[in-house]
C-alpha cells in the first residue's frame, strides 16, 4: 500500500472552517471504515481527534469533524483557532499483514493565518 | 494516568542493531496490542508493527520495509514492549513511537486507532 494521499498544506483565518482531504484506493480507504485523523504540534506526542471516520474521542472539541464518500476521507475544523496550527494526518486500516496493516497520509501543515 | 515512554534510541551505523523499550503505566498492559510507529525527518508517520496481547495470540505483524529486520516483543511482567531493530539502513532513521488503541466496552481499536503515545525517541543510522 502507498501512503494514503493528503494536500502538504492548508490555511484559514480564525474563525473559519476548513477542509483537509485523504485520498486512498479501494482497498482501504473505500473498504474499511476505518480512517483516523492525529493532530500533531511540533515536539508533541501525536493525538488522536477522529477514529472510525467520524467518531470523537472524549475530550476532542465537536469542531474537528470527519467525513468519507468512496476513497476519500475529509477532516473539517470549524471556527479555526490559533491552536489549531498543527500538522494533521489521516491513517486507515488496510486488513494487509503481508504489506502494511495500517497506512498513514503523508500530512497537512494547517496554518491559522 | 495513561503513560507510554520510549528509551533507547541512539545513533548507530548501517548494518548495526539497536534496541528500543517502551515503559507502559496507567492500564492493564497484558490487555493491550502494542504498537510502533515512525516518523523520518520532514516525513509523514509510518507504521512499522505490532504486538498482539497473550490473550490474543501474542503474534507480530510487521510492515514490508522492516519485516525480517525488526522483532518486536513485550514481557507482561515488566509492562514493557521492545522493539529489536537488526541491519539498520540508513531509511531506518526516525523518531520511534510506541502507541496503542482502546476499547469502548466490547468494541476494541487495537489496530485502527491510536489513543496513546509516548514522546518518542530517536533512531539516526548514519
Known amino acids: 500500500q502507498s501512503a494514503l494521499t493528503q494536500p502538504a498544506s492548508v490555511s484559514g483565518s480564525p474563525g473559519q472552517s476548513i477542509t483537509i482531504s485523504c485520498t486512498g484506493t479501494s482497498s482501504d480507504v473505500g473498504r474499511y471504515n476505518y480512517v483516523s485523523w492525529y493532530q500533531l504540534h511540533p515536539g508533541k506526542a501525536p493525538k488522536l481527534i477522529i477514529y472510525e471516520v467520524s467518531n470523537r474521542p472524549s475530550g476532542v472539541s465537536n469542531r474537528f469533524s470527519g467525513s468519507k464518500s468512496g476513497n476519500t476521507a475529509s477532516l473539517t475544523i470549524s471556527g479555526l483557532q490559533a491552536e489549531d496550527e498543527a500538522d494533521y494526518f489521516c491513517s486507515s486500516y488496510t486488513g494487509s499483514t503481508s504489506l502494511v496493516l495500517v497506512v498513514f497520509g503523508g500530512g497537512t501543515k494547517l496554518t491559522v493565518l | 494516568e495513561v503513560q507510554l515512554v520510549e528509551s533507547g534510541g541512539a545513533l548507530v551505523n548501517p548494518g548495526g542493531s539497536l534496541r528500543l523499550s517502551c515503559a507502559a503505566s496507567g492500564f492493564t498492559f497484558s490487555n493491550a496490542w502494542m504498537t510502533w510507529v515512525r516518523q523520518a525527518p520532514g516525513k509523514g508517520l509510518e507504521w512499522v508493527g505490532r504486538i498482539k496481547s497473550k490473550s490474543g495470540g501474542g503474534t507480530t505483524d510487521y510492515a514490508a520495509p522492516v519485516k525480517g529486520r525488526f522483532t518486536i516483543s513485550r514481557d507482561d511482567s515488566e509492562d514493557t514492549v521492545y522493539l529489536q531493530m537488526n541491519s539498520l539502513k540508513t531509511e531506518d532513521t526516525a523518531v520511534y513511537y510506541c502507541?496503542?488503541?482502546?476499547?469502548?466496552?466490547?468494541?476494541?481499536?487495537?489496530?485502527?486507532?491510536?489513543?496513546?503515545w509516548g514522546q518518542g525517541t530517536m533512531v539516526t543510522v548514519s
Open positions: 502507541t496503542i488503541g482502546f476499547c469502548i466496552g466490547t468494541s476494541c481499536h487495537w489496530d485502527d486507532a491510536f489513543d496513546v
